[in-house]
């Protein structure tokens, strides 16, 4: 583990009897993913990408710099190609939204390396929290913005 501390995930792993198996399996999950593990990674982006989609849009529509009917929105794009469709507007694709998605991945990363299942929390709950937290929010217009903000 790279940033979980050693002795408080063996002190996790040794009440693991306590511990009901679905936050015991987002334990391991966030371990893997603190090691590095790419496909732990991958299947956590999978498992998150329709919150993460929403999140952004939400952030972005109110934030858009660009006028209707200029610009066809990334984030739109790649919600229809989830549900198996095909973009089919002409207009050049906008990369904000998609910047965005990947800001909200990458901050994620690195939360969810304090998640413990405290209280037998699920990692979607902690998620969930933190895609919806006024602080997350504030970052977010942080990093778009500046620090001035």
């Not at 901050?107 to 998640?115: H, N, S």
Request: aromatic share 14%.
């Amino acid at each position: 583990m790279t940033t979980l501390k050693a002795g408080a995930y063996n002190q996790l792993m040794s009440v693991s009897k306590t511990i009901p198996d679905k936050v015991q399996r987002d334990i391991e999950l966030v371990g893997k993913i603190a090691a590095d593990d790419e496909k732990a990674w991958e299947g956590f982006v999978e498992s998150y990408t329709d919150w993460t989609l929403y999140k952004a849009k939400e952030w972005c529509v109110k934030h858009c710099g660009y006028s209707a009917g200029t610009y066809f929105c990334g984030l739109l794009s790649l919600s229809i190609q989830r549900s198996g469709g095909s973009p089919s507007s002409m207009l050049p694709e906008c990369d904000e939204g998609m910047d965005t998605y990947i800001w909200i991945f990458e901050q994620l990363k690195r939360r969810i390396k304090k998640y413990s299942g405290k209280n037998n929390c699920l990692l979607s709950t902690f998620v969930w929290t933190i895609l919806n937290s006024r602080e997350f929010y504030i970052d977010w217009l942080r990093w778009k913005y500046g620090r001035a903000f």
